[in-house]
T-cell receptor, first 113, second 116 residues
Framework: KAGVTQTPRYLIKTRGQQVTLSCSPI?????VSWYQQTPGQGLQFLFE???????NKGNFPGRFSGRQFSNSRSEMNVSTLELGDSALYLC????????????FGSGTRLTVV | AQKITQTQPGMFVQEKEAVTLDCTYDTSDPSYGLFWYKQPSSGEMIFLIY??????QNATEGRYSLNFQKARKSANLVISASQLGDSAMYFC?????????????FGAGTRLFVKA
């Protein structure tokens, strides 16, 4: 079966711009989570969506937002980009529950200049 | 609050030997899941192994086993017969219920170097 697909793979944006990242989960996975990975902070949890509802949110400013569609595809948006937003953004889908191990996408590498 | 600690920033192991990567966690929830993931230099995170908090036996998946000591709140990953392809970052993670959904947090990771 197809894996988790993230687009685009690479992005270069200028400070102050906004960006939208896309994630298509594995078929049948209704839970989608987003993480920001940086060398200094490691993997930081952004959001979790399930059936179009945001169930959890990490400690990120309101510039970071997301949504999930009825087909479980998810997008995250970052507005007013800052240099510190440069990171690898990982999307992961899973089955619900505590045993729901993640299947990750390849990530979107965002560089803000 | 949830917390995952990986105290080994880097580890070296000789090819074909076994290696243990340490992980301790902290939670007040009696029901949780523990995971290990591998991240090669290509960047993609790969699920390795899962242990449920109520599981009586240690999880095993091929050359990977999880040494689960609940009372000590540790979940160490053991890789047997290391291979050059095992060189990567390894992350320990814990998943538990949180505000109507589930939340997974990750440790800082351990970079494993396998020497030929």
């Amino acid at each position: 079966k197809a894996g988790v697909t993230q687009t685009p793979r690479y992005l270069i944006k200028t400070r102050g711009q906004q960006v939208t990242l896309s994630c298509s989960p594995i078929s049948g996975h209704r839970s989608v989570s987003w993480y920001q990975q940086t060398p200094g902070q490691g993997l930081q949890f952004l959001f979790e969506y399930f059936s179009e509802t945001q169930r959890n949110k990490g400690n990120f400013p309101g510039r970071f937002s997301g949504r999930q569609f009825s087909n479980s595809r998810s997008e995250m948006n970052v507005s007013t980009l800052e240099l510190g937003d440069s990171a690898l953004y990982l999307c992961a889908s899973s089955l619900p529950g505590r045993e729901g191990g993640y299947t990750f996408g390849s990530g979107t590498r965002l560089t803000v200049v | 609050a949830q917390k995952i600690t990986q105290t080994q920033p880097g580890m070296f192991v000789q090819e074909k030997e076994a290696v243990t990567l340490d992980c301790t966690y902290d939670t007040s929830d009696p029901s949780y899941g523990l995971f290990w993931y591998k991240q090669p230099s290509s960047g993609e995170m790969i699920f390795l192994i899962y242990q449920g908090s109520y599981d009586q036996q240690n999880a095993t998946e091929g050359r990977y086993s999880l040494n689960f000591q609940k009372a000590r709140k540790s979940a160490n990953l053991v890789i047997s017969a290391s291979q050059l392809g095992d060189s990567a970052m390894y992350f320990c993670a814990m998943r538990e219920a949180h505000t109507g959904g589930f939340k997974t947090i990750f440790g800082a990771g351990t970079r494993l170097f396998v020497k030929a």
